[in-house]
Each structure stands twice: as structure tokens, then as C-alpha cells.
T-cell receptor, first 119, second 115 residues
């Protein structure tokens, strides 16, 4: 079974600075997807960024980028120029690339990292 | 599109009561799932469905039942609520292969308290 670990329960950053959230995972599969989700106080789960394991290039979405190290099974999220609206709980998640019935619907989540942005 | 909708947003139950959490999506997604979120544990999969008439258990299925009679709806039933089922519940759906998108779409969540 796959596991996802976020070792930082809480992080804080000054507005306009850069912060990196860590995520490690364990899997025996070679093809999979990794995600970062943001959950603000409204509880809504918002997809921030996605990485396909077969792609060597790190994904980037505006101020959000990842450092994907497949051999090390590491998937960190970097937030540049942090804004007050970035304050939220962030979840790292894994999903198999197997679209079969037993695994295709399953997202495995980490424990979450609560990010505080200080003005 | 309304996306994924869940009702109710909040619910308080007494131990032993039953209730159904409703979930509906209007995106014609085949795959739908239920997760529960507990502090320090992320989201964990309860049950999922790969299409109408087909359901299967996830990581933490005990105490919950599901059915999928239509593509749009995927209700979650608590037959006899227990305090351990106090949690926030999320319904999610996603596209099937070939539709070009990979992400799961989440509903707004239901906060359930069992006393």
C-alpha cells in the first residue's frame, strides 16, 4: 500500500517571502500522480499543482512549483512571493496511474501542513 | 455546472441515530468517492464507486453503507452513528480515462458531530 508523509505539521512565512513544504511517499509503482491540495478555512479542497511521475520536468503553476525527486520519493511544494491568501492547510496526495477499478479512484493523503502567512 | 454538491453542511446526531449524507455531481463523472477528514490524519477513503451499480470499500468502510443507483448521486449512510464517526466528510468525483482531466473534484464537505 502507498503511504504519504508530511513531516511538518505547521509552517510559517513572511508575506512576499518563499516557503517550501515537504512531502515524502512510499510506493512500489513506477507510474503515478502526485498532487498538492490547498484547504482554506472554508474547507473547500483546491487543487494547487499536479505532477506526473513519468515526467522529469518539475510542474509549475504561477507562484507554485514542485521539486519532484522520484528516486528519493520526495515531492516538495515551493510557494514564492507568499501572499496572505496562501494561508491554509496543504495536503500532499498520491494516486496510482492505474485506471483500474481497485485503485483508480483512490487518493492517498498526507497528514497536512498548516501554513501561516505573517504580514 | 454546480460541480459536486453535498448536503447538509452541518449535522449533529445522537449515538445510535441514522442518517444519509447526500452527494451529487452534474459533470457526468463515472468515479465518485467518499472521504473523511480527521485532525492529523489527512483524508481517508471510505467507499468509492466506478459507475452506477458498482461500489467498493476504501480504507475505513466500517459503519458506512453506500449505493449508486444513478451516475449523478452517491449517498453515504450511517446506520447507527457512533462518536468515532465525528468528522468532516467529503465527496469527490473525477473523469474516466480519455476525458483529458485527472483531478478529483471535491464537494464543500459536511461537518458531522455525534454526541
Amino acid at each position: 500500500a502507498q503511504t504519504v508523509t508530511q513531516s511538518q505539521p505547521e509552517m510559517s512565512v513572511q508575506e512576499a517571502e518563499t516557503v517550501t513544504l515537504s512531502c515524502t511517499y512510499d510506493t512500489s509503482e513506477s507510474d503515478y500522480y502526485l498532487f498538492w491540495y490547498k484547504q482554506p478555512p472554508s474547507r473547500q479542497m483546491i487543487l494547487v499543482i499536479r505532477q506526473e511521475a513519468y515526467k522529469q520536468q518539475n510542474a509549475t503553476e504561477n507562484r507554485f512549483s514542485v521539486n519532484f525527486q522520484k528516486a528519493a520519493k520526495s515531492f516538495s511544494l515551493k510557494i514564492s512571493d507568499s501572499q496572505l491568501g496562501d494561508a491554509a492547510m496543504y495536503f500532499c496526495a498520491y494516486r496510482s496511474a492505474d485506471w483500474g477499478e481497485t485503485s483508480g479512484s483512490r487518493l492517498t493523503f498526507g497528514e497536512g501542513t498548516q501554513l501561516t502567512v505573517n504580514p | 455546472n454546480a460541480g459536486v454538491t453535498q448536503t447538509p453542511k452541518f449535522q449533529v446526531l445522537k449515538t445510535g441515530q441514522s442518517m444519509t449524507l447526500q452527494c451529487a455531481q452534474d459533470m457526468n463523472h463515472e468515479y465518485m468517492s467518499w472521504y473523511r477528514q480527521d485532525p492529523g490524519m489527512g483524508l481517508r477513503l471510505i467507499h468509492y464507486s466506478v459507475g452506477a451499480g458498482i461500489t467498493d470499500q476504501g480504507e475505513v468502510p466500517n459503519g458506512y453503507n453506500v449505493s449508486r443507483s444513478t451516475t449523478e448521486d452517491f449517498p453515504l449512510r450511517l446506520l447507527s452513528a457512533a462518536p468515532s464517526q465525528t468528522s468532516v466528510y467529503f465527496c469527490a468525483s473525477r473523469n474516466t480515462p480519455g476525458q483529458g482531466q485527472y483531478e478529483q473534484y471535491f464537494g464543500p464537505g459536511t461537518r458531522l458531530t455525534v454526541t
